[in-house]
């Protein structure tokens, strides 16, 4: 593989080797894996919004609904990244699918069959919410393990290419599904698609980064151990607090409000459309990511986050599908080039033995306040308009994103290839060093 060059700007330009994560066989069975679960959750928010509009129209309800998954979510976040840390994460993530898959077939008869109710939904979407607690970081701290160390930004931009390909041919078909035979068969596709991923991750081979010959640590040491490397890096828990704020506002008014909005404006296969192109944006955003990162990736991609205030706006002021498709296409970009850089700042400065737990109190931090957004969302619109409430979502978005750029942790951080990004900033070893409490994670091929 050609290694890659240094450009003009500090940047590096990753294009030479960009595909070669997928010569690695775990690799190849965790980005199919994860593109058919995503496939599959492209359809199913589209699909479970309508559901609850056609049993009660009501958006208090909606937001009932999707708040309880995040709840049950977020209260066991914690406990699932000591799970996927203690145990092997191909296997977490092959029983969550399959709980998953379990949960998702049931709501997907209660809506076919009529037999749905507003606490049905509750009760199987927190369920489902426990299950996803356990496979968030499972499949993210995975990722490192599957291909050597020098592939693991290339393969961080693969997966997320593949996945938001998969999301834009998910939601697209959500829309169409939902308009033409209604939203339980969009459900139904989601538990295939969890079915589907479980078969593909049980196929996973990686090495163990766990310690051997050691006593098990309690469940409440592994938190600790996990907190401290969380909070001992500032721009992680600064850009977290961040994103407390940024995925509360969007997650509302996005999951919540937009239905409501495309209900009364365009409609229902309209939306599943432009929904796809904020996918598709993410798809653009993922080439990008994939042949070039700038150093202080993860600057640019904090600023970049602001954009995400602008379909809100739109949703508010001009809920009109060109100008939302519009705005949806650069905010896909924008939320790429931050995803990127997030994962890949995380994968080089934590120990793999603990990242699991690092991405769990990460997901709790950025979550916590998203069942909130989602249930007051629909009774302060109903108090003050959905308007207003669109407008003061999006100005939370980008004061956020401004409160987070203030930090100089954030503005310094800088990408590397070979060694921690921290260590070469800090100099605590040269590049290329492991340092001594971290396991190394180069895979043998399966």
């Known amino acids: 593989m050609p290694s890659a060059s240094p450009t003009s700007d500090g940047a590096v330009d990753a294009q030479s080797g960009a595909g070669e994560p997928l010569r690695h066989g775990a690799f190849r069975w965790l980005i199919s894996g994860r593109s058919a679960s995503y496939l599959g959750n492209a359809v199913a928010p589209i699909a479970l919004a309508f559901a609850v509009l056609d049993l009660t129209g009501s958006v208090t309800d909606l937001g009932w609904v999707v708040g309880a998954r995040s709840v049950a979510n977020v209260a066991l976040l914690l406990f699932g990244g000591v799970v996927a840390d203690r145990l092997p994460r191909a296997v977490v993530l092959t029983a969550s699918c399959a709980a998953a898959a379990l949960t998702q077939g049931m709501v997907a008869a209660l809506v076919l069959t009529g037999a749905a109710t507003v606490p049905l939904l509750v009760v199987l979407g927190a369920v489902n919410g426990a299950v996803s607690a356990m496979a968030f970081p499972a499949a993210a701290a995975l990722t490192p393990q599957t291909v050597p160390e020098r592939l693991v930004r290339q ?8 996945t938001n390909t998969a999301l834009v041919g998910g939601t697209a078909v959500g829309g169409v599904l939902v308009a033409g035979v209604g939203p339980g068969w969009g459900i139904a596709v989601d538990a295939a698609m969890f079915a589907a991923s479980g078969i593909f991750f049980s196929r996973i081979r990686v090495p163990d980064v766990r310690h051997a010959g050691t006593d098990e640590p309690s469940t409440w040491r592994q938190l600790r151990e996990g907190w401290g490397e969380f909070t001992r890096r500032t721009w992680v828990w600064v850009v977290v607090l961040q994103f407390m704020v940024v995925n509360a506002a969007l997650t509302g008014g996005i999951a919540v409000l937009g239905p409501a909005v495309a209900d009364d404006t365009f409609g229902r296969r309209t939306w599943g459309f432009v929904l796809a192109v904020q996918t598709l944006g993410m798809v ?23 954009l995400t205030a602008a379909p ?67 009774p302060v619109a109903g108090q003050v308009g959905l308007e207003d409430t669109l407008t003061g979502a999006a100005v939370l978005v980008v004061l956020a994103t401004v409160a987070a750029l203030a930090s100089g942790s954030v503005r310094s951080l800088r990408r590397t290839d070979g060694g921690t990004a921290e260590d070469v900033v800090t100099g605590r070893h040269a590049p290329g060093q492991q340092r001594p409490d971290e396991p190394g994670h180069q895979p043998a091929e399966p």
């Not at 393969?155 to 593949?162: E, F, H, I, T, V």
């Not at 009109?320 to 939320?335: E, F, M, Y």
């Open 155 to 162: 393969a961080n931009a693969l997966l997320r290419l593949s």
């Open 312 to 378: 809100l706006l739109v949703l508010a002021h001009a809920p009109r599908p060109l100008v939302l498709a519009a705005v949806l296409l650069l905010d896909g970009i924008a939320i790429e080039q931050f995803g990127v850089a997030w994962d890949v700042s995380l994968q080089q400065n934590v120990p793999a033995d603990r990242l699991a737990r690092v991405y769990s109190y990460d997901a709790v931090g950025s979550f916590v306040a998203i069942p909130v957004g989602e249930m007051l969302v629909g």
């Open 284 to 306: 653009v955003g993922g080439l990008i990511a994939l042949r070039w990162q700038p150093r202080h990736a993860l600057r640019y991609g904090v600023a970049l986050t602001a």
